[in-house]
């Protein structure tokens, strides 16, 4: 699934493979390339892209609706499970929201997986594949419940929502003072936070943050469930 926000274009794509667990694992892999920005080139890209792997997996797979989503993969119970590998690659970045746009791809390619039915011989222990894509599991996984992340940026010593900033650009992210990044389902749940930036926060400057967070966090669940309700899906 390839999406856009602001001049970021991204491309997610999900693999499927069984593995012997005792529950289903989402796995991310996040290519942040030299050639989508210069700023990617080296160790910095892979310092990102790592800490893109361990935001995305902190809000994927922690919480309640995450590991009912993730049980929900075992095909044998305590022996065999499907494991998703989950591939972000950054086709160009120059622009913000980064964190934003990478869970609109994720959750946008979930809702176009499709699990293949399998046969379990309990004689063997072995796993036949069904072919025919047009018996995958529809109910596989909850993608509705997976989260969206959020950036807010705080913008001078304003504790109130004018001093606070979302779907910034590269300029407006260099002169914010720092940023908070919200998980945030679509029940409004919070699943994970991460900081960045120097500068600290004041509790009624978090509390304000969140709001604003939880509040775009909304908009986009319903927008982003409308987007896709409008393209055919294909087996």
Known sequence: MRE??????????VKQEVTGRVQGKIDFFVDCSALASPRF??????????????????????GSTAVSNLNKLC??????????????????????????????TVKA????????????????????????????????????????????CKLGR????????????LEEESCSNAQLVFGVDPKGQVSGCRKYG???FSFSSVTAMLQVGCEVAEQLHGSLKYQLSLIPEKI
């Open 4 to 13: 856009q926000m602001q001049l970021n274009f991204l491309c997610s794509t």
């Open 41 to 62: 080139e080296g160790r910095e890209g892979r310092e990102l892209g790592t800490e893109l792997y361990n935001v995305l997996n902190s809000v994927y797979c922690q």
């Open 75 to 104: 095909i044998v119970e305590g022996k065999h499970c499907w494991l998703l590998n989950i591939d972000v690659v950054i086709l160009e970045c120059s622009a913000g929201s980064l964190y934003d746009i990478i869970s609109l």
């Open 109 to 152: 390619a979930l809702s176009r997986t499709h699990i293949p039915l399998v046969e379990y011989d309990w004689e063997s222990e072995e796993i036949h594949v069904v072919n025919d894509m047009s018996q995958s599991l529809q109910h596989w996984f909850d993608w509705l419940s997976c989260p969206l992340l959020v950036t807010v």
């Open 158 to 169: 304003s504790t109130g929502s004018s001093g606070h900033l979302v779907d910034a650009t």
């Open 198 to 200: 120097s500068h600290s």
